[in-house]
Nanobody
Framework: QVDLVESGGGFVQPGGSLRLSCAAS????????IRWYRQAPGKELERVAQ???????NYADSVEARFIISRDNAKRMSWLQMNNLKYEDTAVYFC??????????WGPGTQVNVSA
């Protein structure tokens, strides 16, 4: 099980962009998927994006065509490029690594605030 740490959150105006990073303490090459989740105040955890080891991606409808997920196993990193941000994107964003078996790993989260 690896430790994950997110970074890159902050304040941004509507229509702006942010790039979140997720750094792993160890190899992620064996992890089936890397996922990004978010949780807004008073709302349930929502899966935002996923990228498999084969490079296949999928996105929540709410972020499709605006967010781009990527990973680099050699660098032990994942990124979430967020474009055209909206007020409703305000949330704590979490990185999640899914192994083929065993325990999933989670980061502590990074806060994203979209405000004028």
């Amino acid at each position: 099980q690896v430790d994950l740490v997110e970074s890159g959150g902050g304040f941004v105006q509507p229509g702006g962009s942010l790039r979140l990073s997720c750094a792993a303490s160890g190899s992620i090459s064996g992890y089936y998927a890397i996922r990004w989740y978010r949780q807004a105040p008073g709302k349930e955890l929502e899966r935002v994006a996923q990228i498999t080891n084969a490079g296949r991606t999928n996105y929540a409808d709410s972020v499709e065509a605006r967010f781009i997920i990527s990973r680099d196993n050699a660098k032990r990193m994942s990124w979430l490029q967020m474009n055209n941000l909206k007020y409703e994107d305000t949330a704590v964003y979490f990185c999640n690594a899914v192994p083929p078996d065993g325990l999933e790993s989670w980061g502590p989260g990074t806060q994203v605030n979209v405000s004028a």
